[in-house]
């Protein structure tokens, strides 16, 4: 009995291991086409990222670099969908099964029986409505009850439900492993309006498609429950995207924002407006904060447009 429990074990670890691994990965390997020529932005660094291909209705729908030890993304990619703007009011928040730690929680708490039942399917999940919330889920990422006491703040998306037109598409944005913690009046009065604008913009001149990463500095700060740091506060929020293929007649006004534009801002009580700027701009300004490398590129070549890139950015 000694020697068949030996030789089980190591079996079962390595399904248990396969079960991890053909969820989590450390690419965007799965999703890369919601990046410009599949090409994930470079220089951003975390403390334990997850790459998350986000998945609902089993579909991918968009990527996410994910850093759970601080229970907050860095950066959401996704492909902007011409749309009118309305947000979903019936999605309940979701939760991302891909940032799991799964195997050591089966071990931990259910032991060998629960390894069958675990499910492979890596869709987004409604978050438990009770207090309760699973300990696997709460210690990999953020739960509803890390804002219950958050005063002053709202959840925030990285890829906002007004940027897509399908209503999966839209319902698959309301996961925490999407949001971050913003100061209430800073959504209200000046990112929400920054988003619609870029969502206007892009509705009426780019001709193709869109590529968006939206992104965060960190600060020090955080939201605490029970005298325990649940959510690291954003210091700045940035947004970027590349329309290779855009209305070359467009007014002055906007048509220097193309191929390629972004903005900047900081997530501080209202006043602090987004600062457009050109990609480079940016990229200069995210060289200046902390978990950035300083050779940050959020776009392959600058969204620099060739006759090849039009025709890769077109068929992707």
């Excluded at 965060?216 to 210091?235: C, E, F, H, W, Y």
């Excluded at 602090?272 to 701009?281: G, M, N």
């Amino acid at each position: 009995m000694l020697l068949f429990c030996m030789c089980i074990l190591p079996f079962t670890l390595l399904m248990a291991s396969h079960l991890v691994s053909a969820t989590v990965s450390k690419s965007f390997r799965d999703c890369s086409q919601f990046f410009y020529m599949q090409t994930p932005p470079a220089g951003i660094r975390g403390t334990s990222l997850k790459w998350v291909c986000q998945k609902y209705a089993d579909k991918l729908r968009y990527a996410t670099l994910y850093d759970s030890s601080r229970h907050l993304p860095l950066y959401s990619a996704y492909i902007f969908k011409k749309s009118d703007g309305k947000t979903r009011m019936d999605t309940p928040w979701m939760y991302e099964p891909q940032v799991e730690r799964a195997a050591q929680w089966i071990f931990a708490n259910y032991g060998l029986s629960m390894l069958a039942s675990h499910d492979e399917s890596s869709n987004m999940r409604a978050l438990p409505l009770s207090e309760d919330t699973p300990p696997l889920i709460e210690d990999s990422q953020a739960v509803l009850e890390d804002y219950t006491d958050a005063v002053g703040y709202r959840r925030g998306p990285l890829n906002p439900d007004l940027h897509q037109a399908e209503p999966d598409d839209k319902s698959s944005t309301y996961t925490l492993t999407n949001v971050v913690p913003l100061i209430t009046d800073f959504l209200e009065t000046s990112w929400k309006p920054y988003l619609d604008a870029i969502r206007r913009r892009l509705n009426n001149f780019c001709h193709g498609k869109s590529f968006v990463v939206t992104g965060v500095t960190a600060s020090g700060a955080a939201i605490q429950r029970n005298n325990r740091d649940r959510l690291i506060i954003p210091k700045h929020l940035w947004l970027a995207y590349c329309c290779p293929q855009f209305d070359r007649n467009s007014p002055y006004e906007v048509r220097f924002m193309f191929p390629s534009y972004g903005g900047y801002a900081l997530n501080e009580q209202a006043g602090y407006s987004v600062v457009e700027v050109p990609l480079k701009t940016l990229e200069s300004f995210l060289k200046s904060q902390t978990d950035v490398d300083s050779d940050i590129t959020i776009f392959y070549k600058g969204c620099k447009q060739t006759i090849m890139s039009h025709i890769a950015a077109g068929t992707q």
